[in-house]
């Protein structure tokens, strides 16, 4: 059962889709007050779970830390930030009863999930206008099909999107492409997209591309798909500002871009230089930016991602001025240790600052709207831009949309990656705990850095960060400029990493029927085990485990020189190992094991009774013969 609560007028943030009829505010559950902005207080029971959150920092239970939604761009994913890329305003508090929460709500909410107080969840809105949607069901489960159904359906990648792909930043022309490609297929192991960073680009400028170091791109592009391999361009939020380009010519002549309150467009620094944002949020707009990714389809480009579009601002020329001000007042002083600190912080600030924000308007219907009242819309909205224009130009399914920043609703354009993560042991973990979070909220196509994004990958690392990705729907392998070579023929014995995505490979049949059972039936593909098992204490707790649809668990290997884990299993089950095109299996009864895990394996548990597909691997998706399936 569904009830809305509104108060004042709330932006339409698209992310709902069934008209739902609002209840007296008599009948809101929770002990609530209203000033400036609205909070409220849920009581929680001693053993009761909190679920939700979608991309962000810490558990799957989220009790114990306070939370921010605020779409951040923030390379450090550490135990303690509130917030990253994502506003996913949907928790499950579960317990005796199980309650979902969707806040749809676009500016800053703070969620203090037993932080301050350890049996309440105070919750504070900053702001007065909002619609807040309570749902009473049987099971978590329940309660996020009746979620999913209220915010529509989840999108549905082109088939081969679950296939393995290569990233760096950056791959800087076409002979570095040429040399991913030839390194995989010289291993034998399988890809199908290599990803082209912002050094693609003319002057990190969207939609051109830098003939000097791709000369015919279009040529290039074809001869790559001839060989089964898509090329996956970035396209960033900020365009830069420099009269006789095409794109800002045309958002300076038509206001498509974001203003200041003078009227003026607003400026700020990013990878090109001062560049302007296009005002998404209104409808004109995503018509036109998202009709400008035709430029790069004619080329032959069939998959997007789109970054920076939280959006992340380097410097603005306000804050610059004010910055050099400061750092010339202070000229020949001897500064004092206060002085010195805010002096560095005063730069350090400069990078997506408040007051920048602040001092961004959107024109919506006419009326300008200050970003800070909507900020958490404007990633989502650039996908929302591509995801339309593909939808109606090409159909369903036939181009590739990820994005950095989100919202819920932008789950029906595109899916999502967790952004700049670490090459560190923890985040496979972090990863892990994100994928129910990111599911309940719609967000099915999804993924993590693989082998991690920043710093120094080992190839043991990549290993096992890969045998997890052979699980999520975007299976990709992403690392930072600067960092070590980070794709699977840059590590000794490379048969080993064939040996695990292969196992993807043979995989595919399996996770697509998966993705769209789930997608069909607004249901998740991964789930903490405690859904399936409440009344189990061990599995209630369990934050290293997943069930991965209605036949399986997984349980990957998450720490160096460790040569397996031990796993939990709620009943008996069949632990399968899978490596190449090698099955073991062993019966395991319920309870607690030990199971050991080579480096070039791939763990799986099977629930009794259950059987699923596996197909012959290929190095291409498509080269696979789905049809012909071993059932183990
Ligand atoms: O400021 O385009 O998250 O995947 O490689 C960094 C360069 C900008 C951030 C993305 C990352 C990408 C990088 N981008």
Aim: with cysteine; glycine share 10%; charged share 25%.
């Amino acid at each position: 059962m569904i009830k809305k609560f509104t108060l004042g007028k709330p932006y339409d943030t698209g992310a709902v889709v069934r008209e739902t009829a609002a209840s007296g505010w008599d009948g809101f559950p929770y002990k609530y007050t209203q000033d400036e902005g609205f909070s409220f207080e849920i009581p929680l029971g001693s053993d009761d779970i909190v679920y939700g959150l979608g991309e962000t920092t810490r558990g799957i239970n989220k009790r114990g830390w306070i939370y921010e939604s605020w779409c951040s761009d923030d390379p450090f994913h550490t135990e303690g930030k509130r917030s990253l890329y994502a506003a996913h305003n949907f928790i499950i508090i579960s317990g005796a009863q199980n309650t979902g929460i969707f806040i749809d709500f676009p500016s800053r909410i703070r969620w203090d999930i037993g932080y301050t107080k350890a049996d309440t969840a105070r919750i504070e809105l900053e702001g007065n206008d909002f619609d807040i949607y309570i749902i009473e069901g049987g099971s978590p489960r329940e309660v996020v099909r009746e979620f999913r159904a209220l915010i529509g359906k989840s999108y549905l990648p082109p088939f081969w999107a679950f296939g393995f792909q290569q990233s760096r930043w950056s791959y800087h022309n076409s002979e570095a492409v040429d040399r991913i490609i030839d390194g995989y297929d010289r291993a034998g192991i399988p890809l199908d997209c290599v990803y082209l960073d912002i050094d693609y680009m003319d002057s990190f400028k969207d939609f051109t591309v830098d003939g000097s170091k791709f000369p015919d791109f279009e040529r290039f592009v074809a001869e790559k798909k001839e060989k089964g391999i898509r090329l996956i361009p970035i396209i960033d939020a900020g365009i830069k500002a420099e009269e006789g380009y095409e794109i800002f010519d045309e958002g300076v002549k038509n206001g498509y871009f974001c203003k200041k309150a003078d009227g003026s467009d607003f400026e700020a620094g990013v990878w090109p230089g001062i560049c302007r944002f296009p005002d998404f949020l209104r409808d004109d707009v995503r018509e036109w930016f998202g009709s400008k990714y035709k430029k790069l389809i004619d080329m032959g480009i069939e998959g997007f991602w789109n970054d920076m579009n939280e959006p992340a601002l380097f410097y603005s020329a306000d804050g610059i001025k004010n910055a050099l001000e400061k750092a010339s007042s202070l000229k020949g002083q001897n500064l004092d240790l206060g002085k010195f600190f805010n002096l560095k912080d005063t730069f350090a600030g400069l990078s997506n600052n408040g007051n920048d924000y602040a001092s961004i308007y959107h024109t919506v219907d006419g009326e300008q709207v200050n970003h800070q009242k909507v900020h958490n819309l404007y990633g989502a909205n650039m996908t929302r831009a591509a995801g339309e224009y593909f939808e109606k130009e090409y159909g369903e399914q036939k181009i590739l949309m990820f994005s950095r920043a989100s919202y819920i609703g932008a789950h029906r354009y595109g899916g999502i990656w967790f952004g700049d993560n670490h090459s560190w042991w923890s985040h496979i973990l972090l990863c892990l705990k994100m994928l129910p979070g990111a599911n309940m909220c719609g967000f099915l196509y999804s993924g993590t850095d693989i082998g991690g994004f920043n710093e120094n990958a080992t190839r043991d690392l990549v290993l096992r960060f890969t045998a997890l990705g052979v699980f999520t729907p975007l299976m990709r392998n992403h690392s930072a400029l600067g960092t070590r070579d980070q794709e699977c023929f840059a590590f000794d014995n490379t048969e080993d990493f064939r040996d695990v995505i292969q196992v993807r490979y043979r995989l595919i049949p399996y996770l697509y029927d998966t993705f769209k059972k789930a997608r069909d039936n607004g249901d998740m593909i991964f789930r903490p085990l405690s859904f399936d098992y409440p009344e189990d204490k061990i599995a209630r707790e369990c934050e290293t485990q997943l069930m991965l649809s209605d036949e399986c668990m997984i349980a990957p290997v998450y720490e160096q020189n460790a040569n397996g884990r031990t796993v939990y299993l709620p009943e008996d089950m069949t632990f399968v190992k899978l490596s190449g095109e090698r099955v073991t299996k062993q019966e395991l009864r319920a309870g607690l094991h030990y199971v050991e895990v080579a480096l070039n394996e791939v763990p799986l548990f099977i629930k009794k009774g259950k059987k699923i597909p596996l197909c012959k691997p290929a190095i291409r998706t498509s080269l696979l013969d789905t049809e012909e399936r071993e059932y183990i």
